[in-house]
């Protein structure tokens, strides 16, 4: 159903604005006008549905896809969660949906919000009426409430939703935390590089240059640097986008894609601090499914969509065939020597002893404790390699501009 945002003033003339849902733009004033409230601009939001008219379809095209790269993973794991106690409390579902809503900060989460409620009030399940908002609630989370509604344990499963929704964006946070430091402190230091170079440099090599001496070759080799950047920048800067373009061109194809996620994984310093997240996505995805009531198949085929790395989507894949062929989880997992010795053992334990939601649970810890030290690793080991390549490179320069000028004051 179209969703409408709305401008209006009240019966006492204070402005008032907001969103509505409405099959027209008619139909929306006449809500509004039932409010008592004076519309001044009705704009269409989106159709979440994906059924309204052109409008709304070309409304939704224009904020789709901005909605599903920059969707706040804290504000749905907050809905979430206060979504499963208000089931808990014994509240109908329709109306802890109509709380969400008023509560909401969210103009777009709420307008998916009201289409899901309005879906539910006529009758559709709840876990379908969410698959119609996939810029909101992908695969993972609509399985987990399908089975939620199947064993109706529906407020247990949102909390345990939440509970991973929260726990996958703390993991990210420390991965960003992780590099982000070292990044800027990189972008810095070539901003640095560049000022000098730019700037500071050609003014002191044109006063060398007027006392028309011979000059040092660390000196020349920092003349020429200069002059090739001065005369050639435009060229530094396409080559630059060029080779973006490219990668973005190469990791499009199935086998570009495929070798930029193997080499992720294996990229000193950092490589390491992928693979135990992905390790811990692994393990702590397929054990929420598991508790949520999925077979194991079903799961391992949800799980393989949140990986984000085509190598370890594959490895999933072969695992779920080979178990349909009949072989047990691990197996095929420690065949491929992707996923450590040490998390196949545990997994074979767990398929043994019938408690593999339990030992996934503690792969998934243990590997969450090591990527708190890997990053503290990761960044001081970066550290000190970017000191010395800016000391480097900074000492290149002044050596390049003392050594003319310490020769002359040996001639005078």
């Known amino acids: 159903m179209p969703v409408y945002q709305y401008r209006a003033l009240k019966e006492s003339g204070v402005p008032a604005e907001g969103v509505v849902d409405a099959d027209s733009p008619r139909e929306a004033r006449t ?3 039932a409010q008592r409230l004076h519309v001044t ?9 994906g059924g309204g008219g052109p409008a709304a379809g070309t409304a939704a095209a224009a904020v789709a896809r901005p909605l599903l790269r920059g969707r706040n993973l804290g504000e749905i794991a907050m809905a979430t969660r206060q979504l499963a106690t208000l089931l808990n409390a014994g509240i109908p579902l329709a109306q802890a949906l109509s709380a969400l809503i008023e509560q909401s900060d969210s103009r777009a989460l709420e307008a998916s919000l009201r ?10 399940n709840f876990a379908d009426a969410l698959a119609k908002n996939p810029r909101y609630f992908d695969d993972l989370y609509v399985n987990m409430v399908r089975a939620g509604e199947a064993s109706g344990n529906l407020d247990g499963v949102l909390m345990r939703i939440a509970d991973y929704i929260q726990a996958q964006n703390r993991l990210r946070a420390k991965i960003m935390a992780a590099l982000t430091y070292p990044i800027i402190r990189c972008v810095i230091g070539i901003g640095v590089i560049i000022f000098l170079l730019g700037f ?3 003014q002191i090599t044109r006063v060398l240059l007027e006392q028309k001496k011979a000059l040092p070759l660390p000196t020349e080799l920092l003349i020429m640097t200069c002059d090739f950047l001065k005369m050639y920048w435009w060229a530094l800067v396409a080559a630059v986008l060029g080779a973006y373009l490219l990668f973005k061109l190469i990791i499009a194809t199935e086998a570009g894609r495929l070798g930029w996620d193997t080499f ?29 009531g999925l077979p194991a198949l079903e799961a391992l085929n949800i799980v393989k969509t949140v990986m984000e790395n085509v190598l370890l989507e594959n490895t999933l894949e072969n695992v779920r065939t080979r178990i349909i062929e009949g072989a ?3 197996s095929p997992l420690k065949k491929s020597k992707v996923f450590p010795p040490a998390v196949c053992y545990m997994i074979a334990v767990g398929e043994e002893s019938g408690k593999l939601e339990e030992l996934l649970r503690k792969v998934s810890e243990s590997y969450d404790e090591e990527i708190e030290i890997t990053s503290q690793k990761v960044t001081a080991l970066l550290e000190p390699v970017m000191i010395i390549g800016m000391a480097g490179v900074v000492g290149f320069i002044v050596l390049s501009i003392l050594l003319p000028i310490l020769e002359m004051s040996k001639i005078g």
């Open 41 to 49: 601009d009705l704009t269409p939001l989106i159709d979440v549905g």
């Open 200 to 202: 500071v440099v050609p």
């Open 328 to 330: 047990d989880i691990s």
């Open 31 to 33: 809500k509004l006008r």
């Open 115 to 124: 289409d899901v409620r309005e879906r539910v009030q006529q009758g559709t």
């Open 264 to 292: 992720r994984l294996q990229v000193p310093i950092v490589g390491p601090l992928f693979k135990k997240q992905a390790v811990s996505r692994f393990a702590s995805t397929f054990a929420t499914l598991l508790e949520s």
